[in-house]
Protein backbone atom coordinates (compact mmCIF):
# COMPACT_ATOMS: atom_id res chain seq x y z
CA UNK A 1 0.00 0.00 0.00
CA UNK A 2 1.20 3.75 -0.64
CA UNK A 3 2.29 5.07 2.56
CA UNK A 4 4.61 8.37 3.63
CA UNK A 5 6.57 8.05 7.06
CA UNK A 6 8.30 10.79 8.90
CA UNK A 7 10.39 8.73 10.89
CA UNK A 8 11.01 11.25 14.09
CA UNK A 9 8.15 12.16 15.85
CA UNK A 10 9.97 15.61 17.64
CA UNK A 11 13.29 17.21 17.02
CA UNK A 12 14.99 19.79 18.74
CA UNK A 13 17.43 22.38 17.88
CA UNK A 14 19.30 25.13 18.84
CA UNK A 15 18.92 28.48 17.02
CA UNK A 16 20.83 29.21 14.22
CA UNK A 17 21.93 25.30 13.65
CA UNK A 18 20.93 23.41 10.43
CA UNK A 19 18.21 21.23 10.23
CA UNK A 20 16.97 18.24 8.30
CA UNK A 21 13.51 16.27 8.60
CA UNK A 22 13.10 12.86 7.56
CA UNK A 23 10.75 12.00 5.09
CA UNK A 24 10.32 8.11 2.73
CA UNK A 25 7.60 7.22 0.89
CA UNK A 26 6.41 3.85 -0.72
CA UNK A 27 5.01 4.11 -4.21
CA UNK A 28 5.02 2.36 -7.10
CA UNK A 29 6.00 4.80 -9.07
CA UNK A 30 7.33 8.58 -8.86
CA UNK A 31 4.65 10.54 -6.70
CA UNK A 32 4.23 14.14 -6.13
CA UNK A 33 6.15 15.34 -2.99
CA UNK A 34 5.32 17.71 -0.71
CA UNK A 35 5.79 19.49 2.28
CA UNK A 36 3.79 21.61 4.79
CA UNK A 37 4.31 23.31 7.60
CA UNK A 38 1.33 23.87 10.56
CA UNK A 39 2.23 26.89 13.00
CA UNK A 40 0.23 26.66 16.21
CA UNK A 41 -3.40 26.81 15.69
CA UNK A 42 -3.08 27.46 12.38
CA UNK A 43 -3.89 25.40 9.13
CA UNK A 44 -1.39 24.04 6.95
CA UNK A 45 0.99 26.19 4.22
CA UNK A 46 2.54 24.70 1.77
CA UNK A 47 6.63 25.27 1.64
CA UNK A 48 7.98 23.32 -1.73
CA UNK A 49 6.73 20.45 -3.57
CA UNK A 50 8.81 17.90 -6.47
CA UNK A 51 7.07 16.99 -9.66
CA UNK A 52 10.22 16.41 -11.80
CA UNK A 53 13.43 17.65 -13.22
CA UNK A 54 15.96 19.31 -10.98
CA UNK A 55 16.10 16.81 -7.70
CA UNK A 56 16.80 19.50 -5.26
CA UNK A 57 14.12 21.87 -5.00
CA UNK A 58 14.10 25.42 -2.96
CA UNK A 59 11.02 26.30 -0.86
CA UNK A 60 9.74 29.22 0.92
CA UNK A 61 11.32 30.44 4.30
CA UNK A 62 14.71 29.49 3.31
CA UNK A 63 13.72 25.75 3.40
CA UNK A 64 14.93 23.09 0.49
CA UNK A 65 14.37 19.12 0.26
CA UNK A 66 16.20 17.23 -2.23
CA UNK A 67 14.24 13.92 -3.64
CA UNK A 68 16.14 10.86 -3.67
CA UNK A 69 15.00 8.34 -6.33
CA UNK A 70 17.13 5.29 -4.49
CA UNK A 71 16.45 6.01 -1.21
CA UNK A 72 12.64 6.83 -1.63
CA UNK A 73 13.54 10.18 0.20
CA UNK A 74 12.11 13.56 -0.15
CA UNK A 75 14.23 15.17 3.27
CA UNK A 76 13.49 19.10 3.73
CA UNK A 77 16.64 21.06 5.08
CA UNK A 78 17.34 24.37 6.37
CA UNK A 79 20.82 25.85 6.92
CA UNK A 80 20.38 27.85 10.00
CA UNK A 81 16.41 27.38 12.05
CA UNK A 82 14.87 30.58 13.08
CA UNK A 83 12.61 30.52 16.42
CA UNK A 84 9.80 31.31 14.49
CA UNK A 85 10.94 27.67 12.32
CA UNK A 86 8.90 25.90 15.35
CA UNK A 87 6.04 24.33 13.76
CA UNK A 88 4.71 20.67 12.60
CA UNK A 89 6.41 19.81 9.50
CA UNK A 90 4.41 17.03 7.17
CA UNK A 91 5.31 15.01 4.40
CA UNK A 92 2.97 14.41 1.46
CA UNK A 93 2.39 12.68 -1.31
CA UNK A 94 -0.07 12.43 -4.44
CA UNK A 95 -0.13 10.64 -7.72
CA UNK A 96 -0.75 12.63 -11.33
CA UNK A 97 -4.20 10.56 -11.89
CA UNK A 98 -5.62 10.62 -8.18
CA UNK A 99 -8.09 13.40 -8.43
CA UNK A 100 -5.16 15.21 -6.39
CA UNK A 101 -5.84 13.25 -3.18
CA UNK A 102 -2.43 13.06 -0.58
CA UNK A 103 -1.28 10.82 1.66
CA UNK A 104 0.16 12.12 4.45
CA UNK A 105 3.17 11.54 7.38
CA UNK A 106 2.56 11.08 10.69
CA UNK A 107 4.46 14.66 11.26
CA UNK A 108 7.71 15.83 12.61
CA UNK A 109 7.38 18.58 15.67
CA UNK A 110 9.83 20.70 15.90
CA UNK A 111 11.22 22.69 18.75
CA UNK A 112 13.29 25.66 18.61
CA UNK A 113 16.27 26.37 21.60
CA UNK A 114 17.48 30.23 21.92
CA UNK B 1 -5.27 36.34 -1.83
CA UNK B 2 -6.36 32.70 -1.85
CA UNK B 3 -9.19 32.02 1.68
CA UNK B 4 -10.10 28.53 2.88
CA UNK B 5 -12.55 29.52 5.81
CA UNK B 6 -14.14 27.48 8.78
CA UNK B 7 -17.49 28.01 10.27
CA UNK B 8 -16.37 27.32 13.85
CA UNK B 9 -12.90 27.24 15.81
CA UNK B 10 -13.63 25.43 18.78
CA UNK B 11 -16.98 23.28 19.05
CA UNK B 12 -18.19 21.00 21.82
CA UNK B 13 -21.13 18.45 20.90
CA UNK B 14 -22.58 15.85 23.23
CA UNK B 15 -22.77 11.90 21.94
CA UNK B 16 -25.53 11.49 19.30
CA UNK B 17 -25.79 14.85 18.38
CA UNK B 18 -25.86 15.74 14.38
CA UNK B 19 -22.98 18.26 13.61
CA UNK B 20 -22.54 20.28 10.31
CA UNK B 21 -18.75 21.60 9.99
CA UNK B 22 -18.75 24.44 7.02
CA UNK B 23 -16.21 25.04 4.55
CA UNK B 24 -16.04 27.92 2.25
CA UNK B 25 -13.37 29.22 -0.61
CA UNK B 26 -13.01 31.62 -2.34
CA UNK B 27 -11.01 30.51 -4.97
CA UNK B 28 -13.14 29.14 -7.53
CA UNK B 29 -11.46 25.69 -6.69
CA UNK B 30 -13.04 22.40 -8.37
CA UNK B 31 -11.32 20.06 -5.53
CA UNK B 32 -12.13 20.10 -1.58
CA UNK B 33 -11.49 18.02 1.33
CA UNK B 34 -12.02 17.23 4.44
CA UNK B 35 -9.52 15.84 6.73
CA UNK B 36 -9.34 14.67 10.24
CA UNK B 37 -5.83 15.42 12.43
CA UNK B 38 -4.80 13.31 15.15
CA UNK B 39 -1.32 13.31 16.75
CA UNK B 40 0.85 10.52 15.28
CA UNK B 41 -1.54 10.21 12.83
CA UNK B 42 -1.11 13.06 10.85
CA UNK B 43 -4.01 13.98 8.22
CA UNK B 44 -6.30 11.49 7.30
CA UNK B 45 -8.64 11.84 3.89
CA UNK B 46 -12.14 11.36 4.92
CA UNK B 47 -14.34 12.62 1.95
CA UNK B 48 -13.53 14.62 -0.61
CA UNK B 49 -15.38 16.62 -4.08
CA UNK B 50 -14.06 17.25 -7.59
CA UNK B 51 -17.43 18.85 -8.16
CA UNK B 52 -20.78 19.99 -7.31
CA UNK B 53 -23.00 17.16 -5.77
CA UNK B 54 -20.18 14.57 -6.78
CA UNK B 55 -18.62 13.32 -3.84
CA UNK B 56 -15.79 10.10 -3.26
CA UNK B 57 -14.93 8.46 -0.04
CA UNK B 58 -11.31 8.93 1.26
CA UNK B 59 -9.92 6.66 3.58
CA UNK B 60 -11.92 7.07 6.88
CA UNK B 61 -15.35 7.76 5.91
CA UNK B 62 -17.46 5.64 8.38
CA UNK B 63 -19.49 7.86 10.28
CA UNK B 64 -19.14 10.47 7.99
CA UNK B 65 -21.03 12.12 5.41
CA UNK B 66 -20.71 15.51 3.01
CA UNK B 67 -22.50 17.93 0.77
CA UNK B 68 -21.25 19.88 -1.78
CA UNK B 69 -24.47 21.99 -3.42
CA UNK B 70 -22.40 24.60 -4.33
CA UNK B 71 -19.05 25.07 -5.95
CA UNK B 72 -17.59 26.88 -3.13
CA UNK B 73 -18.87 24.98 0.05
CA UNK B 74 -18.31 21.78 1.15
CA UNK B 75 -19.70 20.54 4.40
CA UNK B 76 -19.13 17.54 6.56
CA UNK B 77 -22.00 15.89 8.50
CA UNK B 78 -21.45 13.59 11.71
CA UNK B 79 -24.78 11.64 11.38
CA UNK B 80 -24.81 10.81 15.14
CA UNK B 81 -21.18 12.20 16.92
CA UNK B 82 -19.31 9.97 18.78
CA UNK B 83 -16.69 10.28 21.50
CA UNK B 84 -13.92 8.69 18.86
CA UNK B 85 -15.01 11.53 16.55
CA UNK B 86 -13.10 14.43 19.19
CA UNK B 87 -10.30 15.49 16.98
CA UNK B 88 -9.36 18.64 14.58
CA UNK B 89 -11.03 18.63 11.35
CA UNK B 90 -9.28 20.81 8.21
CA UNK B 91 -11.04 21.53 4.82
CA UNK B 92 -8.88 21.91 1.82
CA UNK B 93 -9.17 23.02 -1.90
CA UNK B 94 -7.05 22.65 -4.59
CA UNK B 95 -7.62 24.15 -8.10
CA UNK B 96 -8.26 21.07 -10.07
CA UNK B 97 -7.69 17.19 -9.70
CA UNK B 98 -4.78 17.21 -11.42
CA UNK B 99 -1.81 15.65 -8.84
CA UNK B 100 0.81 18.79 -8.84
CA UNK B 101 -1.63 21.25 -7.88
CA UNK B 102 -1.22 22.96 -4.25
CA UNK B 103 -3.90 22.00 -1.17
CA UNK B 104 -4.99 25.56 0.32
CA UNK B 105 -6.34 24.60 3.92
CA UNK B 106 -8.60 26.63 6.54
CA UNK B 107 -7.49 26.76 10.02
CA UNK B 108 -9.30 23.63 11.28
CA UNK B 109 -12.05 22.92 13.74
CA UNK B 110 -11.58 21.94 17.09
CA UNK B 111 -14.34 18.85 17.98
CA UNK B 112 -15.04 17.53 21.44
CA UNK B 113 -17.82 15.18 21.86
CA UNK B 114 -18.53 14.25 25.35
Avoid at chain 2, 56 to 63: C, F, L, S, T, W
Amino acid sequence: AQSVTQPDIHITVSEGASLELRCNYSYGATPYLFWYVQSPGQGLQLLLKYFSGDTLVQGIKGFEAEFKRSQSSFNLRKPSVHWSDAAEYFCAAGEEEGYNKLIFGAGTRLAVHP
Amino acid sequence: DVKVTQSSRYLVKRTGEKVFLECVQDMDHENMFWYRQDPGLGLRLIYFSYDVKMKEKGDIPEGYSVSREKKERFSLILESASTNQTSMYLCASSFTTSGDNEQYFGPGTRLTVT
